[in-house]
């Protein structure tokens, strides 16, 4: 499937020590198509563009829907044009932003287009994620739990996955769904061989009855 490359935003300034491999780097990824534009501002030429952005230090990068912050690696703009250019990539930039501490940042992100919490399901799924970012991610998950009807397939699967804390994770989030039909996946995990989910069903299913 053919994918639109991102566009580049990068603010540069005088004296900056890593602005010039970012400014290179980026620009072979134009040569490569891998960027659609590039556009560059020089903050001490144009503080109010950087006012505008909240530009606070350089090199300040906006690929895509992702902001990025000092020195990056012609390898790491590569890795992250691609991941600009596809929904999954979603997942990688929340990751980041979370290992951050960026846990506000993460959030207007997501709440800007919720479609980007499916792509995070990546990250309850993988038990070797950093407990920091497991919560972070259920918490973001947790805040539009509005919207996780439209993940049930997807979280019903996860209440099949080999380690416990994914499927504990995964009937938490089914109780939050507000849906009928998540009692049937969540009923399952009360016969689960882990105590902890056991809990967690039912907890989820008192969570279901409420709505």
Same mark, same amino acid.
């Given at each position: 499937? $053919?994918?639109? *490359? *991102? ?16 400014? /290179? @780097? #980026? ?6 198509? =891998? ?12 503080? +109010? /563009? ?17 902001? =990025? ?11 992250? $044009? ?6 999954? @990539?979603?997942?990688?930039?929340? +990751?980041?932003? !979370?290992?951050? @501490?960026?846990?506000? /940042?993460?959030?207007?992100?997501? $709440?800007? +287009? ?11 799924? &993988? *038990?070797?994620?950093?407990? &920091?970012?497991? =919560? ?14 439209? !993940?049930? *397939?997807? =979280?019903? &699967? ?14 938490? #989030? !089914?109780?939050?769904? @507000? ?28 969570? !279901?009855?409420?709505?």
């Amino acid at each position: 499937m $053919t994918t639109t *490359p *991102p566009d580049a935003l990068l603010f540069i300034a005088p004296g900056c020590p890593h602005c010039p491999a970012v400014l /290179q @780097g #980026l620009s072979e990824l134009v040569k490569e198509s =891998l960027i659609g534009k590039m556009t560059v501002v020089n903050v001490a030429a144009h503080p +109010e /563009q950087a006012a505008e952005y909240g530009v606070r230090a350089a090199p300040w990068l906006r690929l895509g829907s992702f902001t =990025l912050t000092g020195a990056h690696s012609l390898a790491e703009l590569r890795q992250w $044009t691609g991941w600009a250019s596809s929904i999954d @990539g979603a997942a990688h930039y929340v +990751e980041h932003l !979370l290992k951050q @501490g960026g846990y506000k /940042q993460a959030a207007v992100f997501i $709440t800007e +287009e919720t479609s980007r919490l499916q792509p995070l399901l990546a990250i309850i799924a &993988d *038990p070797g994620a950093s407990l &920091d970012v497991r =919560l972070g991610v259920s918490a973001l998950l947790e805040a539009h739990a509005n919207e996780l009807h439209k !993940l049930l *397939p997807q =979280l019903a &699967d996860l209440t099949l996955h080999a380690d416990h804390r994914v499927r504990a994770d995964a009937c938490h #989030l !089914l109780g939050l769904t @507000g849906s009928s039909a998540a009692r049937t996946y969540i009923e399952t995990c009360l016969k689960d061989a882990h105590k902890e989910v056991r809990e967690i069903a039912e907890e989820a299913l008192a969570e !279901l009855a409420k709505t």
